[in-house]
């Protein structure tokens, strides 16, 4: 049972996909569940890479990648300690935009392992 307290079975079913996608890639990520957010850290770095947020209907992915390089991308909503780590929000919305959020945590990661 899933600790992510503010998900669905939807969103649940989703971030399972997207976890197969990542674990796919062979990349050296960890993947955490705390009680409203979920994460991948990098294992080289010890650094988290990207925040998820799943709720009923949607996932919200905070990434290290900057909005402006990026058309998927908007400008993290959160505080700005917050948006200096993690600038840019990807907000997943249905099952096809599973396949963009996955490609989003790989940047985030080659990002954080060139810092």
Request: glycine content about 0%; overall charge neutral.
């Amino acid at each position: 049972m899933s600790t992510l307290v503010d998900s669905s079975e939807k969103t649940l079913l989703w971030l399972s996909k997207l976890r197969e996608i990542v674990k796919e890639q062979n990349l050296s990520l960890v993947y955490k569940e705390v009680k409203y957010w979920a994460s991948f850290k990098s294992a080289e770095t010890n650094r988290n890479i990207v925040f998820l947020h799943p709720t009923k209907n949607q996932i919200r992915l905070f990434t290290k990648i900057d909005y402006n390089d990026n058309n998927l991308l908007e400008p993290t909503p959160a505080t700005q300690k917050w948006a200096e780590s993690y600038p840019s929000i990807f907000t997943i919305r249905n099952e096809d935009m599973i396949i963009s959020a996955s490609k989003l945590i790989m940047e985030s990661y080659s990002i954080d392992l060139s810092i």
